[in-house]
Nanobody
Framework: QVQLVESGGGLVQAGESLRLSCAAS????????MGWFRQAPGKEREFVVA????????YYADSVKGRFTISRDNAKNTVYLQMNSLKPEDTAVYYC????????????????????WGQGTQVTVSS
């Protein structure tokens, strides 16, 4: 299995940026499609963005499209989430998730698709 550890969260003002990292250990990172989800207080965990295991394909939730960018470095076993133009509604705990897959260009946009989850990192955006 794979272990995931998120980092990079914090408190920022609206309009500022943060970069989250998710470091993976265990089995071969390049075998996993990755995703970021977030959960705000009192709300369900929601999809943010996904990336295929090779990085060739990505898919964004409409709410973050044009502001967030996902990337991965398979040599460093890390996936990143660059978040720009942050808004108060982006406030949430952000989780990364991993799914082992045979398919190079496939990403997954549903919670149930993922096998492994990190502990989450808090992102707070003040207005």
């Amino acid at each position: 299995q794979v272990q995931l550890v998120e980092s990079g969260g914090g408190l920022v003002q609206a309009g500022e940026s943060l970069r989250l990292s998710c470091a993976a250990s265990g089995r071969t990172f390049s075998s996993y499609a990755m995703g970021w989800f977030r959960q705000a207080p009192g709300k369900e965990r929601e999809f943010v963005v996904a990336i295929s295991k090779t990085g060739s394909s990505t898919y964004y939730a409409d709410s973050v499209k044009g502001r967030f960018t996902i990337s991965r470095d398979n040599a460093k076993n890390t996936v990143y989430l660059q978040m720009n133009s942050l808004k108060p509604e982006d406030t949430a705990v952000y989780y990364c998730a991993a799914k082992e897959t045979y398919y190079s260009g496939t990403y997954y946009a549903t919670r149930r698709a993922y096998d492994y989850w990190g502990q989450g990192t808090q992102v707070t955006v003040s207005s």
